[in-house]
């Protein structure tokens, strides 16, 4: 079991920044990726940037160019810069581990740009 818990989340006006954060507890020995996926209004939830522990990264389209994901210090740790926020970058963001084939989710932090 791993457990994930995210922070960072706010209220932000348009063009600004923010960082979120997810730190996994529990069975952190065998992940293999980690990442972050967000969930809008009236929205599938859609792939953000996923970090897969061999160094590998994938940025969705909607973060290409403004958004940095980046594993922490601490292994199990995992970072998401999000510069020029833009209001359609309002939703729920959420904290995803992988391990053993099973993927594990947090319960995310919500992101409120205001335009």
């Known amino acids: 079991q791993v457990r994930l818990v995210e922070s960072g989340g706010g209220l932000v006006q348009a063009g600004g920044s923010l960082r979120l954060s997810c730190a996994a507890s529990g069975s952190v020995f065998s992940l293999s990726a980690m990442g972050w996926y967000r969930q809008r209004p009236g929205h599938q939830r859609e792939v953000v940037a996923i970090?897969?522990?061999?160094?590998?990264?994938y940025y969705g389209e909607s973060a290409k160019g403004r958004f940095a994901i980046s594993r922490g210090d601490v292994k199990n740790t995992v970072h998401l810069q999000m510069n020029s926020l833009k209001s359609e970058d309002t939703a729920v963001y959420l904290c995803?581990?992988?391990?053993?084939?099973?993927?594990?989710w947090g319960q995310g932090t919500q992101v409120t740009v205001s335009s």
């Open positions: 970090h897969v522990s061999g160094g590998t990264i």
């Open positions: 995803l581990a992988q391990s053993n084939g099973t993927d594990y």
